[in-house]
């Protein structure tokens, strides 16, 4: 008999049956309760390191440097991204280089190029070569992508002019991607040259003649004054921008500036006008006098206005189109002098004209300098020389930040990343010499990153920052996947930014849902590091997945053997103190157990929910996932039991639950989860006492459950220390709500979501054990307790059915069959699991027109059989743990038989069952009281 749970699973069922369901998986176990197939042990080759930042305890240096990297940014100056069908426009290169052409091929060979392709390798899990970096970034999920690369931004001023609208998005479609509301930069030269398409278009098949270019020339520019102020009076509007350096040079001449000057009926308008006429074949308004005249017209305007809204030039570096010599801001001193009521924005630190610019931002109330498109176009040395030049002599209140962002979300990653080194770097020099205290340098980096372009522009909003719980967005602090094998140098080069956590947890779950983890100190990685690549091996032993709460095992463990911990650097979080605790910050990594070898192994639940996501792709499909966690908290007795009565002031949303102490503690647990990188859409007072619910974020299910688990972990620590239990027990009263981790989820390929719909329900009842893990599962499904009911059914807006279709702003499914016994990994394979069963049956023989199974909007527990069986209802879900690994198994011996094993036969379902099984016949010989201790403490 082959000595694999599998093997010996299939061939029990494939034996005459029996109608005990019980007795057939007790005989089952005992067949293999002598049978050893662990074998073998493991040596990791460990990836590059990476964590976060901690907590801004500790030396005035360390707080400084934490404040560096978490404080947010508003990026006064960038401009849309490409559409992911428009990404291959623009080549990649020139996030790094304003080179065009062939003169491109060359920048890789830059030391900007270079360091930044390390950057990037190590967010997105790749070796540092170019073209891996280029392959890797094109395998993410864009909107992923955008959300990593934009973390740390909370707020972007977008000039909407660089490119053809059709291939970018709009300002407002940041808004998704940023997570924020982000505003518009109005380019003038656009504006001119829109007008004067519009205007032309009437005329087009008309002669040119005198009368009708004077004609013409009074509408463009009666409209483009107009349409300046209209823009100048718009809320989403906070400035301009002029590229005129690119089409004339900085020094507009005086004869445009005065007030009595009138761009409709002078000479120089009206000949500058007839040129661009004559050459309509172009709209581009290029090296013409309009190109002075349309900015000098701008500054008055707003110059007569009640709302003074800021001007940004182009300055110094530029492409091959710029006149360099012309872009020196020294040339703008008559007009800066001439509009002291406009305030004027020197963009790009001007380089390589910083010591003018700087000069012009000191002697003139007006002006402000951006240090913005140098970084990352320069070389970390020329940054940092940068940076120094402007602090020589301007003013900190006139400093702004910018990434000059343009077309790829990489060069918003790449500007907020490397502004943050830099400039840590140089400040902390100055407070090394005595030059600056940590306060003022504190101040100084505030005003820079946030507080300047906030007043500047009139934006009206506030840092998304606490100094307490602060912590790096995830992308600025460098992930790395599991295909890099590290040194010691690289560990260090990653660590530099976070070197407040002192651990390093690695984290699995196992079959009953226990978060399990090995704790290094980050001395002892650097020590095993330092022996090489492969010096840091981890193993565990082959018992991992059959030992269950108490230590007890399951009947078919064995001893011997050892498997691989491989951590997932992509998970990397870090849980940050308050500032009032005493342990320390640490860093968390998800990791999937695996072979000797370092192929993958389908006994790991994370393996199976990564396996199961792969074959959900092979059908173009791909979800999003967010849960809401619901968690009942219990007062600690003195002698650290349970307080089973709390007064009676809590019922659902009701403000009243929120005492001072626990407001205290829930508001702490979401700033830890926020500072951890988790998304905190809400939280609020659930039905039963002492029960609140945490709405998380949508994200892609793989690390939707990572940060879940850390979620679970964050609320567990912080509720401990406000001397409380946090408990996610499915039926903490038996006579009130019980607790669910209700699983929302959404499908991106539209025409299959029929199916994906029908399948999960028609195998609802049969993978009930993976959502509904323990025998206490089966105390919270009751009728008319909004617990998702007990029959397998779908309604729109409807709590009583075990899946609910949300509708309105974002339409989505919500999964209520699922609770905090589950191992959600198992638990969000299986939903995935069921749902592609009906794609490939229900999608092959029908297409996109399958038909869905009629959704009732009744309390279903509140009818018959018979009244149920009239609306299709005919399908009751498990009464308990037992019934529902009998359904399992049933199912999982007809789908081999029809050649379609279920989740593609991976490994894990035959011992999953051995292992329920075992963990069921024990708590069924616990007494009532031990047990609800028991699942309140481990759940």
């Known amino acids: 008999m082959d000595g694999t749970p599998q093997m010996l699973l299939e061939n029990y069922l494939n034996s005459p049956s029996t109608p005990d369901v019980g007795t057939k998986i007790n005989s089952y176990i005992s067949q293999f309760t002598t049978t050893n197939v662990y074998q073998g042990r493991a040596t990791i080759p460990p990836d590059a390191m990476a964590s976060h930042s901690g907590s801004p305890s500790g030396s005035p240096s360390d707080r400084f440097k934490h404040l560096v990297y978490t404080y947010p940014m508003i990026d006064n100056h960038a401009h849309p991204i490409l559409k992911p069908e428009h990404q291959n426009t623009h080549p990649l290169e020139s996030i790094c280089s304003e080179a065009h052409g062939t003169a491109l091929r060359s920048s890789i060979n830059t030391l900007s190029h270079i360091r930044a392709t390390n950057q990037l390798a190590s967010l997105l899990g790749c070796d540092n070569d170019w073209e891996t970096v280029k392959r890797s970034r094109n395998e993410k999920d864009y909107q992923e992508w955008n959300r990593q690369c934009f973390q740390g931004i909370q707020c972007a001023l977008l000039d909407d002019g660089l490119d053809n609208p059709e291939t970018t998005y709009k300002v407002e479609e940041h808004d998704q991607l940023i997570g924020n509301t982000n505003k518009r930069i109005v380019r003038i030269e656009a504006i001119a040259e829109k007008v004067f398409r519009d205007t032309i278009e009437p005329y087009l098949e008309e002669p040119y003649s005198e009368s009708l270019a004077e004609k013409v020339h009074v509408t463009w520019g009666s409209t483009f004054e107009a349409e300046i102020k209209r823009l100048n009076e718009l809320d989403d509007v906070v400035g301009f921008k002029s590229i005129l350096c690119y089409r004339r040079g900085l020094d507009v001449p005086a004869t445009v500036m005065g007030s009595d000057f009138n761009f409709k009926s002078s000479m120089e308008a009206r000949e ?269 032993t082959q018992a991992v997945f059959s030992i269950m709460q108490d230590d007890q095992v399951t009947s078919t463990m064995s001893p011997s053997g050892m498997w691989s911990i491989s951590p997932d650097w992509s998970s990397l979080r870090s849980y940050h103190p308050a500032a009032t605790e005493t342990s320390n910050p640490y860093a968390a990594v998800m990791c999937d157990i695996k072979l000797v070898t370092g192929e993958d192994m389908t006994r790991c639940p994370r393996t199976v929910l990564r396996h199961t996501i792969d074959a959900a792709a092979a059908e173009d499909i ?284 991976m490994e894990f379902l035959a011992e999953y069952i051995i292992f329920k099984t075992d963990e069921d016949k024990r708590m069924k010989t616990m007494p009532k009281e031990d047990k609800w201790r028991w699942a309140v403490e481990r759940y």
Not at 395 to 401: D, E, G, I
Not at 660 to 669: D, N, T, V
Not at 821 to 829: I, K, R, S, V
């Open 272 to 540: 500058g006008f007839v040129s661009w006429l004559r050459q309509s074949d172009t709209l581009r308004l290029d090296n013409n006098m309009l190109n002075y005249i349309i900015v000098a017209e701008t500054f008055r305007i707003i110059s007569n206005s009640r709302i003074k809204k800021p001007v940004q030039f182009h300055t110094g570096l530029g492409d091959n189109d710029i006149n360099l010599l012309k872009s020196n801001p020294a040339h703008m001193q008559l007009l800066i002098s001439k509009f002291p009521e406009v305030p004027i924005v020197l963009l790009h630190s001007s380089y390589p004209y910083t010591r003018e610019a700087g000069y012009l931002a000191t002697m003139y109330d007006n002006v402000y300098l951006d240090f913005g498109e140098v970084i990352p176009m320069l070389s970390k040395d020329g940054q940092k020389s940068i940076i120094k030049e402007m602090l020589e002599i301007t003013p900190f209140n006139k400093l702004l930040w910018s990434s000059d962002g343009h077309w790829f979300p990489e060069t918003f990653y790449l500007g907020s990343l490397q502004t943050r080194e830099v400039v840590h770097e140089v400040l902390e020099g100055l407070v090394q010499e005595n030059c600056l205290s940590y306060g003022q340098a504190s101040s100084l980096v505030k005003q820079m990153f946030f507080e300047n372009s906030q007043r500047l522009y009139n934006l009206s909003i506030t840092p998304a920052w606490s100094e307490e719980l602060a912590s790096p967005p995830s992308a600025l602090t460098p992930n790395t996947s599991r295909s890099i094998t590290p040194t010691l140098n690289a560990f260090d080069t990653i660590f530099a930014s976070h070197q407040s956590a002192k651990f390093l947890r690695l984290q699995w779950v196992d079959y009953c849902n226990t978060l399990r983890l090995r704790v290094l100190p980050i001395s002892q990685v650097r020590k095993a590091l330092s022996k090489g690549p492969n010096g840091l091996d981890i193993r565990i």
């Open 622 to 905: 791909s979800m999003l996932v967010g849960f809401e966690t619901e968690v009942t908290f219990f007062e600690r007795t003195s002698d650290g039991g349970i307080k089973t009565e709390i007064p009676n002031a809590h019922f659902w949303s009701a403000a009243s639950a929120l005492t001072p102490k626990r407001a205290e503690c829930m508001e702490e647990i979401v700033m830890k989860l926020e500072m951890a990188g988790i998304e905190v859409n809400m939280y609020h007072p659930e039905s039963a006492q002492g029960q609140f619910e945490f709405v998380t974020g949508p994200l892609p299910p793989l690390e939707a459950v990572d940060a879940l688990y850390i979620t679970r972990q964050i609320i567990v620590q912080t509720a401990e220390r406000y001397g409380m239990r946090a408990t996610m027990h499915p039926k903490p009263y038996p006579k009130q709500c019980g607790g669910s981790s209700h699983t929302h989820f959404s499908i991106s390929n539209k025409e299959k979501e029929t199916a994906f719909v029908r399948g999960l329900l028609e195998n609802m009842q049969n993978f009930c054990s993976l959502w509904m893990a323990g025998e206490v599962s089966f105390e919270r499904l009751k009728a008319s307790y909004w617990a998702g009911g007990m029959w397998v059914c779908w309604g729109e807006e409807n709590r009583e059915t075990p899946l609910r279709k949300c509708t309105g702003g974002n339409p989505h499914w919500e999964f209520r069959a699922v609770d905090g016994t589950a191992n959600m990994y198992l638990a969000t394979a299986a939903l995935v699991e069921a749902g592609l069963r009906g794609v490939r049956r229900l999608y092959k023989e029908g297409g996109p027109e399958v038909e869905m199974m009629r959704g009732i909007d009744v309390d279903p527990g509140v009818l018959t059989e018979e009244q149920l069986a009239e609306l299709g209802v005919t399908k009751p879900l498990p009464k308990s743990l037992e019934q529902s690994l009998g359904y399992l198994i049933k199912a999982k011996k007809q789908a081999e038989e029809e050649g379609d094993p279920l989740f593609g036969g």
